[in-house]
């Protein structure tokens, strides 16, 4: 007998609506009901079949809905989104607009969003030497990487998460030793691997102990700001709130910003917590992020550390959430459901009625002013941890001096200087490539995309051109297409360019690039910090650098090219530009050596160079977030940004004219500017316009949304753009 029951699904597309279907037919004599409301369902929709949640359950209308498609099959016993993260995707689903079968999709792995089962206990592969390897260990070279390998093995068998934190990018010299027959892998239970004694470490300062017992003594819901210098042990904070949560049987959860962070983050943590410590990053595969996922909602993972989409994590043994460098823009997700991990982060610990740590050395303006109106715990960390000390800062102007390759000959000094001293040396430049364009001498010609009508990077010693914005490549031209010259110039400096001099300039020392283009496979990071080691040597790398790396050996800071970050039409710009700055500074003299920051500019007495060398960071924010307030900008007010691209610019603008149209006439008192072309107005292909909508009061920004999304999903105008909506936009591009 086919129940009557109607469910209404949640389905991942883009339609903001619920989906009616009759209960399948089910022999186990399953009857439909709320305790299904969560649970994965296999539907007809179209000409295909679909996973969806049941989202709700509701009784037949009177004339028992006999137009109804019957779902398929029931793909959980019980509900796989259940309880407080149900909530969660929900509340986040309302305030970002969004269809909620999208958000579900969003919060859970690709394998269980294709309805495959919640995979079983986790299991974690043990290397150990086979009787060949120990035997053959003798005829391995001396100082190898697999005689160094096979060494760690002696003792006995180590798990990959041990490997990875004694020995990062030991994968490669694995499949080596398994190829020759000297090593075997077993899989076991991941509680039987990893556990060790925890280590103890460095001794707080009062300042550390401050935090630890505020952190600590938190029963139920509360915020913290953890404001310290760089180098001050925000990580210690952390270690020891964390040891706290697990003595009580509780899990952790640790946000960090980058997958480059992790390694180095996984190694202190498992060697502090004596405890295995889980990971969820995009550079894992589909099957290891599912099975991750399933441990955590089993309440057998105690501690996850993950990037952004690590915050749909299901914590039903939940006693901490930490979200590290909590100011970066890599918590903001840019496409598709666009939510911001800090803020949801904030939503998922009030539901669990849990601690959250927002940790960092430059906040966010948006959580400083949080913390200073006390909305959340100000939690100060003034002075470095140990005996480091603050780097001392020198500005070189560079103007009418001779640059080579962007550097100056104090610079190139004061590198020579720190490397015969016996230090290491960082030459920060946030531009990947070798050149940002090629230029043509004679008549004036430079590279553009022909699909973003943006110059094209060159890449490869000026052989290659290609566009950081839509990814297109080509070789570069061997004459100039406009005139016929042969005069072509790679104009200006990239990391790649950088790198070549000081290659050539520095030959006894290793000089290491670090950025998108060297780091993008597995450990990537880690192997070229690597490489590094503690001998004297140059890493030269953008932003990736920037970002809460410990660089015990470091004495230099060099930062080239930051003018042109001094000057941009963003309002978020300077906020950027200043935190960049600070965090890449921080980098220099964490231990016992003192350290040394160069800022090498053609604007020395700019207003925001001025400031942060002067009062630092905070003085900076004090000066900044006056002038949001003159200005009217967060988080004095609040934004949501509706973009629209089409190929042809006359769509995107008459869908943006039909869109304003409904936001004015809905009543509410609420901004709208535009339509306007977008900062970069055509990407990939597509024109791109925005409308820009502004309110003092959030309430009254979502009554609006509220009621003109529906309308707006319905124009006709819809059907021939592509747009999205972008509630608190972290950029206007």
Known sequence: MIDSTVLRVALPVPLPRLFDYLPPADSTGRRAGVQDVGCRIRVPFGNRELVGWVAEVGAPTADGRPDLKQALAWLDEAPLLA??????????????????????????????????????????SAWQLSEAGATGIDRLRPGSRPRHLAELLRAGALSEDSLQSQLPGWRATMRSLEQRGLVTRQARPLDELAR?????????NPEQQAAVAAISASRGFASFLLDGVTGSGKTEVYLHAIAACLERGEQALVLVPEIGL??????????????????????LNDNERARTWAACARGEASVVVGTRSAVFTPLPKAGLLVVDEEHDGSYKQQDGIRYHARDFALVRAKGLDIPVVLGTATPSLESLHNAR?????????RQRAGNARP???????????????????????????????????????????????????DCGWSAHCHRCDSPMTVHGGGHRLQCHHCGARQSAPLACPD??????????????????HLVEAFSQVPVIRIDRGTTQRRDGLAKQLGKLGEAPGILVGTQILAKGHDLPHLTLVAVVGIDEGLFSADFRASERMAQQLIQVAGRAGRADKPGEVWLQTHHPTHPLLTTLIQGGYHAFADSELEQRSAAGFPPFAHLALIRAESQHVEDAHSFLQASKRILQGAGVAVEVQGPLPAPMPRRAGYHRQQLLLSSGERRGLHQLLDIAMPALFALPEARRVRWSLDVDPMDLY
């Open 262 to 283: 992790t390694p180095q983050t996984l190694a202190r943590f498992r060697n502090r917590l004596g405890v295995p410590v889980h990971v969820l990053h995009s550079g």
């Open 373 to 381: 109106s006390g909305r959340y715990g100000h939690l100060r960390l």
């Open 83 to 124: 309880g407080e993260l149900r909530e969660s995707l929900l509340w986040l689903a309302r305030y970002t607009h969004a269809p909620l079968g999208e958000v579900f999709a969003t919060a859970l792995p690709s394998p269980l969003r294709q309805g495959e089962p919640l995979p079983q206990a986790q299991q974690s």
């Open 483 to 500: 005139c016929g010259g042969l005069a072509l110039q790679p104009q200006g400096v990239g990391t790649e360019r950088l790198e070549e």
């Open 196 to 204: 060790a004694a925890p280590q103890s470490g460095p001794e707080l």
């Open 391 to 441: 780097p001392r800062v020198r500005v070189l102007d560079v103007r009418k001096r001779p640059l080579e390759a962007g550097l100056s000959p104090e610079l190139r000094q004061g590198i020579a200087q720190a490397l015969e001293a016996g230090g290491q040396v960082l030459v920060f430049k946030n531009r990947r490539g070798y050149a940002p364009i090629l230029l043509c001498h």
